[in-house]
């Protein structure tokens, strides 16, 4: 586990993603919090967050959220995720090999948070780390799902000039969340 | 070769632009790709994709079908389709008959392959590309220049004039702020679009998914934000199994762009919501386009296992210097010459198939195993067959063809080139010939050629012989290379033949597209070879080796002369580089090298046949360091020297530029003596220098080793 996650933080961090781990979901979500706090997050057009449903908001981590955080919304739609500062998932899977991030995306919500905010914070299970694609894509199957994302770092282009820029259409910053207490994926 | 296309050449050549960028790059490249590589067999992973595509593309009907089938059973309604007009005429009447207006496209080729944006803007569609550089070109009213990087000839400045005049003024040349403003703008564009066209990477026939890849992020934005998704499929991009994207998933990107990954991998199977709940509509287009004509061809069905990694351009030497503009169409390169002969017509593909150097640099990079330049070959082949020989090339293979012929005109050269001959040299030639000797210099044609001197040379009556195969440049301008040649056989104790009646090998010929010629200089050498019982035929001439070795067969296949192949296949198993040969005898113990010998440095240029047709890159390495030199490399040291054969003759205006690059990497590596193992680099770098005017010592690795073995 700890040599898989080794290598998933520097192949992520490689293409410029950040890779943080707690051992509770609690200590995962006060970092959110943080975040949140951290980037102005409130109740006002382009501050807001929202954060798309997952097993992590199951049980009492939702109301807690709510409680603590300003401008947080569970509420995904296509208009508000074009207004969000930053976008909140779940992912199901994470790949060491690429620092790769996989995802049932089936689920139009899950897109519009990963896709249009500026940061995208992605949390994941610890357990869910395997060490290559073949593995995971295994266990998540077009048979069972219309839309399987992959995500490795953020958004990227280099079509001026060869000049690697990050953030085109996509998240500029995608911050990755490992959370070593949380078994199950969405 | 066509005077506007002639034209083109020099114009692109002449853009510092251009040729700065793609110059740059394809430096990058080569570190990027060996680092992204690391830990991976490419070899057995290209061995895969070539297994995986090679068959999908022996059942693309049934896979076709069998895609149809799951697919819809998902929601998705698949059409297939052969014929491009009838593409383009689906997706606007899918576009009217839903009240389309607005639609955005991520990058797909086979829509460019159609032009389909002019067709639906003239039905009256406003349509946006939205990966960066496309949008870029499509403002510029461009085409793309690259595959993957389609905007790669321009610079910041130009983009940022484009989308001053284009989209808003008081843009200013800073690049991330040139990207932020095409983000805001592009951004407005996906939430306004009705419909969203994109292409696909993958498409499996087992589940009747699409694997579609970016870094950018705006294919999931086309396939999430509009409630119509169109997504256009060339047929060649069908596999059977899910698992079969894995091969395809780990080259693509490393091949690309040297990314283990890309950004985002979307896997898209059957219809998923809209953002108001309602389903999407998916359609998914199958494009044949002589898709299914091609994998009947029994040659050119391997470029189906094409994953459009566009790495045959990044390590091409002759694309860095014209980029996609001129070197092809839609599709560019090397590859893109094979697909622009076959999904326009074969005529379209007569210029560009002659930019090819045949340095066989992308087929060891192909991730697809693709034979390129054996490809482009036989589109000469094919072009030679239905358009003839030129005039004047007609009669140049005419002379080479009959072997009495060709050698006394050589011998009346020698005479007639009295004129412009000086230490060896010929640096000036009069009038059209002129271009030949502007950017280096010829060597002058022996007085006495290899095939008189030999007979000066007394031979060891031993019990193993070997025939000496000299080609025409030792034999008539290089003859001190064949001394050297025999020279160190005989001290390990081989008795050399030189059968008199053995000619050209055929290479200028059979890289004119000229078989028949080709196959007639195979005859002759076969039985002038083989008509002496000798345990090798050695070869100094690398090009020349891999005529012996690979191509006399090769051509009597393609003419279908298989009665040919027996002897031509024995003479195959004889034929043996020099350097090959000598490491051989070397570890035989056959050869020793003098002792104590500190000779200084050397850098060491590998020839294109030498290094990837024989392999042979360690050989003469080793045996130089053991003669006394000692090893500076230097960078690119398997990049072609622009010689090429005829090329440089044919195309003086592209051979310079890849000799001076040549030139600049040998400075570079402070060694006043560059080594190796063919005659036509030598001619090529040695004639370089003399007009560069550089110290720089060029010399064959026989001419080195000789008098260095006991």
Request: net charge neutral.
């Amino acid at each position: 586990m700890d040599t898989l996650y080794e290598t998933f933080k520097a192949r992520a961090e490689a293409v410029s993603a950040e890779v943080h781990r707690f051992p509770t979901q609690r200590d995962a979500f006060d970092f959110v919090l943080g975040l949140l706090q951290e980037q102005g997050v409130q109740d006002a057009p382009g501050m807001g967050a929202l954060w798309a449903d997952g097993s992590l908001l199951k049980g009492s981590g939702k109301k807690y959220l709510a409680n603590e955080a300003v401008g947080l919304s569970f509420e995904v739609t296509r208009e508000a995720a074009a207004q969000a500062r930053v976008g909140i998932s779940q992912m199901d899977w994470a790949v060491a090999a690429t620092g790769t991030l996989v995802v049932d995306a089936a689920q139009v919500e899950q897109r519009l948070v990963s896709t249009l905010p500026p940061i995208h914070v992605a949390l994941v299970g610890s357990s869910r780390l395997r060490a290559d694609l073949p593995t995971v894509l295994r266990q998540l199957h077009p048979s069972q799902t219309g839309y399987i994302s992959l995500i490795t770092g953020p958004s990227r282009t280099a079509d001026i000039e060869r000049v690697l820029t990050i953030g085109v259409h996509g998240p500029e910053r995608l911050i990755i969340v490992f959370v070593d207490d949380l078994e199950r994926g969405n | 070769m066509k005077t506007a296309f002639r034209e083109s050449v020099n114009v692109a050549l002449n853009n510092a632009n251009l040729t700065g960028a793609l110059g740059r790059f394809s430096e990058a490249y080569r570190i990027g790709r060996a680092k992204a590589y690391e830990g991976i067999d490419f070899e057995a992973v290209r061995e895969q994709i070539k297994a995986i595509k090679g068959s999908a593309a022996g059942h693309l009907d049934e896979l076709a079908e069998t895609f149809k089938r799951n697919a819809e059973a998902r929601g998705a309604v698949v059409f297939r389709s052969q014929d491009p007009a009838e593409v383009r005429q689906y997706i606007l009447d899918l576009a009217k008959a839903n009240g389309v207006q607005r639609i955005v496209k991520s990058k797909t080729m086979a829509s460019e392959e159609i032009h389909l944006n002019a067709h639906l803007e003239a039905g009256g569609m406003e349509v946006e590309e939205t990966d960066l550089g496309e949008w870029i070109i499509q403002l510029a009213g461009q085409t793309p220049s690259h595959m993957v990087m389609p905007a790669i000839h321009m610079t910041k400045e130009e983009v940022t004039d484009v989308f001053n005049s284009e989209v808003e003024p008081g843009q200013v040349p800073e690049i991330t702020k040139l990207v932020r403003f095409a983000r805001g703008k592009l951004r407005a564009k996906f939430l306004g679009a009705e419909m969203g066209i994109s292409g696909a990477n993958i498409a499996v026939a087992e589940t009747g998914s699409l694997v579609i890849i970016t870094n950018e992020g705006n294919a999931r934005l086309v396939t999430t934000l509009p409630k119509i998704h169109v997504a256009i499929v060339g047929i060649e991009k069908l596999v059977a199994c899910f698992e079969e994207i894995h091969p395809i998933l780990t080259a693509l990107p490393r091949s690309a762009t040297g990314q283990l990954l890309t950004s985002y991998v979307s896997i898209i199977t059957g219809q998923v919501p809209n953002t108001d709940g309602t389903p999407k509509q998916l359609h998914i287009i199958l494009m044949d386009n002589k898709r299914s004509a091609m994998a009947k061809d029994p040659k050119f069905k391997q470029a189906l296992q094409c994953i459009r990694c566009a790495s045959c351009l990044n390590v091409c030497p002759v694309f860095r210097l014209v980029g996609g503009h001129v070197f092809g169409k839609t599709y560019t390169g090397g590859i893109g010459t094979i697909l622009t002969a076959w999904f326009d017509e074969l005529k379209k593909s007569e210029d560009i198939q002659a930019l090819c150097i045949m340095c066989g640099n992308c087929k060891e990079v192909c991730p697809g195993k693709i034979d390129i330049p054996e490809l482009i070959l036989e589109l000469r082949r094919r072009l030679a067959v239905e358009q003839g020989q030129g005039i004047v090339q007609k009669a140049v293979f005419a002379v080479v063809n009959n072997r009495r012929v060709f050698h006394a005109m050589l011998r009346a050269a020698s005479v007639t080139q009295k004129p412009f001959a000086k230490d060896g040299f010929i640096r000036h030639l009069p009038m059209f010939l002129s271009d030949l000797t502007e950017f280096r210099s010829l060597p002058a044609i022996a007085p006495v050629p290899f095939r008189d001197l030999f007979k000066q040379i007394a031979q060891p009556k031993g019990k193993e012989k070997a025939a000496f195969y000299s080609g025409c440049l030792i034999d008539f301008s290089y003859p001190e290379m064949g001394q050297a040649v025999v020279e160190v056989l005989n001290k390990a104790g081989i008795e050399v033949v030189f059968p008199d009646r053995q000619t050209c090998c055929g290479a200028p010929a059979r890289y004119s597209g000229a078989y028949e010629v080709a196959a007639q200089n195979a005859q002759d050498n076969i039985e002038a070879l083989l008509a002496e019982d000798v345990k090798y035929v050695v070869s100094a001439c690398p090009t020349c080796t891999v005529a012996l070795q690979h191509e006399f067969t090769a051509t009597f296949e393609s003419l279908g002369m298989k009665d040919r192949l027996g002897d031509a296949q024995k003479l195959a198993a004889k034929a043996i580089d020099f350097s090959t040969l000598v490491k051989r005898l070397v570890d035989e113990g056959r050869l020793t090298f003098k002792e104590g010998q500190d000779l200084g440095k050397f850098t060491y240029h590998d020839s294109c046949h030498l290094k990837r047709t024989l392999k042979a890159s360690a050989a003469p390495r080793e045996l130089l360091e053991k003669a006394g030199y000692q090893i500076s490399e230097m960078a690119e040291c398997d990049m072609c020297c622009g010689m090429g054969g005829s090329y440089s003759l044919k195309l003086p205006e592209l051979s310079a530029p890849i000799l001076a690059r040549k030139l600049g990497n040998i400075k570079a590596a402070q060694a006043p003596l560059a080594a190796m193992d063919c005659p036509g680099c030598v001619m090529q770098i040695r004639g370089g220098f003399d007009k560069d005017g550089a110290q720089v010592k060029v010399e064959h690795t026989a001419r080195l080793l000789a008098d260095r073995l006991e």
